[in-house]
């Protein structure tokens, strides 16, 4: 990968003002295929859910998924677009070795959903991001460059194909370009995409996992010099899979173009790879010429007519959006905007909530969520929610806490064996022996017992220290095996001492 010359960030934007747009493609969520009777499951053995229809074979004739229409006008009503009342499905015709047909059904100048918008915040300020278009199409294959460095075509010493993909529904979502945002430009492109994922998933179309190339973005960035009123060449970096990489990939090209531009050259109009490991992105394929696709009206497909009052359906089930469900919640729970920001990037708002509709308090469900069980699920490299535990057994544990039957630490092996698969929370401490020791009688005899191997820590509490009783508190629970109720043993030990 060749080194460029690269502008430091705020100076770049010291001199140009930066173009962003994102085109998100989203894997819906269906059972089916786009056009036939393959199922979607991720992961299968390759070529094993495939079909005529889906290949291409001669004499095999598409027919359209009407869940994957219905999913797509949510999407669009969601995005506050205009439903289409007529559209045509066309022919892409294009050669690519994972495009099985040699052509792709997409939507070219008919599209289902157009012109709406989505209101994101970035650092407290409303941001209005316009939608251009949602269009419906149907997904590729999957190449596998087998050998080389860089897992890309060039250098590979050879390719194979899997054709599961080929034919899932895939649905394109673009914005109209973005001005205005200046420094702000890369945050506002992640914000962006990291609400229309919630989004996404709340109206449950898609599982939006970056991950496994359901929800991936492409993602446009130009500059022009401050005061021109002339927008600049753009590049177009291609298949950005993670929110954080949305944001650095902006930034990358930010720093690049405004080297470009500085050193008197021309940003050339292209596509662009982002790399991970070092945050910049390399030259992809030229895009100077527009390439002819040969669109026309796919010949195989009647048109899509949704009627007026299956769109009003469709609207009156709408879930509420993530950002009034976000405000709600943070009134409701009492939290800062800080805190409220951590809960949803740890994926756990949902999970809170579940668990606060159980009965444990705002607090204690974030503090167990975004503590100990957000490092278990880091430790496992799992998502929260991927967890193998539900938040009524959280809010369980929360109350045991709460009503005394348990301390921390105590919960925390609790939650051990509820990972485990040992059982809900209250078979668990049946089999483990694990309740807080609460007969004072066994307390007393431990107490008795720490005084008289610290005799110099106990002198120091009956002059009046009463800060040195911490090793006393210690030795009783290691004495209790950690089953005693901390703040009862010291009650008990300063009652003890100071009378």
């Given at each position: 990968m060749t080194t460029e010359t690269l502008v430091p960030f705020n100076q770049a934007l010291e001199r140009y003002e930066p173009l962003i747009g994102l085109e998100t493609h989203v894997e819906l969520g269906t059972r089916t295929k786009m056009f036939c009777g393959c199922i979607t499951t991720f992961g299968a053995e390759p070529n094993t859910h495939v079909c005529p229809v889906c290949l291409g074979l001669p004499g095999s004739l598409p027919v359209v998924n009407r869940m994957a229409i219905e999913y797509t006008i949510r999407i669009g009503l969601a995005l506050n677009c205009t439903i289409a009342t007529w559209c045509r499905f066309a022919r892409k015709n294009y050669f690519y070795p994972d495009m099985p047909k040699n052509f792709q059904i997409s939507q070219y100048d008919e599209p289902l959903c157009t012109d709406g918008y989505l209101d994101v915040t970035v650092d407290g300020q409303a941001i209005r991001v316009g939608i251009e278009r949602v269009h419906l199409e149907?997904?590729?294959?999957?190449?596998?460059?087998?050998?080389?460095?860089?897992?890309?075509?060039?250098?590979?010493?050879?390719?194979?194909?899997?054709?599961?993909?080929?034919?899932?529904?895939?649905?394109?979502?673009?914005?109209?370009?973005?001005?205005?945002?200046?420094?702000?430009?890369?945050?506002?492109?992640?914000?962006?995409?990291?609400?229309?994922?919630?989004?996404?998933?709340?109206?449950?179309?898609?599982?939006?996992?970056?991950?496994?190339?359901?929800?991936?973005?492409?993602?446009?960035?130009?500059?022009s010099p401050r005061g021109s009123g002339v927008w600049g060449t753009r590049t177009e970096t291609k298949n950005v899979n993670s929110l954080r990489s949305v944001e650095r990939a902006v930034r990358s090209e930010i720093e690049r173009q405004a080297a470009v531009l500085d050193g008197g050259g021309r940003v050339i109009q292209e596509t662009r790879h982002f790399h991970e490991d070092s945050g910049r992105t390399t030259s992809g394929r030229s895009k100077e010429e527009a390439q002819d696709y040969r669109y026309f009206p796919e010949p195989d497909l009647v048109p899509v007519a949704p009627p007026a009052d299956w769109v009003a359906q469709i609207r009156a089930t709408l879930p509420e959006a993530p950002s009034k469900v976000r405000a709600r919640l943070r009134a409701e729970w009492d939290v800062s905007e800080a805190e409220m920001d951590a809960i949803v990037n740890a994926g756990a708002l949902d999970l809170v909530a579940q668990t606060v509709a159980a009965g444990a308090s705002p607090a204690d469900a974030?503090?167990?969520?975004?503590?100990?069980?957000?490092?278990?699920?880091?430790?496992?490299?799992?998502?929260?929610?991927?967890?193998?535990?539900?938040?009524?057994?959280?809010?369980?544990?929360?109350?045991?806490?709460?009503?005394?039957?348990l301390n921390d630490r105590l919960a925390r092996d609790v939650i051990d064996a509820v990972l485990a698969g040992e059982g809900d929370p209250d078979q668990v401490i049946a089999a483990r022996g694990l309740a807080v020791v609460s007969d004072e009688g066994a307390l007393n005899a431990a107490i008795d017992q720490a005084i008289a191997a610290n005799p110099d820590v106990a002198a120091?509490?009956?002059?009046?220290?009463?800060?040195?009783?911490?090793?006393?508190?210690?030795?009783?629970?290691?004495?209790?095996?950690?089953?005693?109720?901390?703040?009862?043993?010291?009650?008990?030990?300063l009652a003890r001492l100071t009378q």
């Open positions: 149907e997904d590729t294959g999957k190449s596998l460059h087998v050998g080389g460095a860089t897992g890309r075509i060039h250098g590979a010493e050879y390719s194979l194909v899997d054709y599961n993909r080929a034919g899932i529904p895939l649905v394109e979502i673009v914005t109209k370009p973005i001005e205005g945002t200046g420094a702000a430009a890369p945050e506002v492109a992640r914000v962006y995409v990291t609400e229309l994922r919630d989004l996404l998933r709340a109206l449950g179309v898609s599982d939006v996992r970056m991950e496994e190339g359901s929800l991936r973005c492409d993602v446009n960035t130009s500059l974030r503090k167990w969520w975004l503590g100990e069980l957000a490092r278990r699920a880091n430790d496992a490299g799992l998502e929260l929610a991927d967890l193998p535990i539900t938040p009524a057994q959280v809010a369980r544990i929360a109350a045991l806490v709460a009503d005394g039957a120091k509490v009956r002059d009046g220290k009463v800060a040195a009783a911490g090793p006393l508190v210690g030795a009783v629970m290691r004495a209790t095996g950690g089953q005693a109720d901390a703040a009862r043993v010291r009650e008990l030990i």
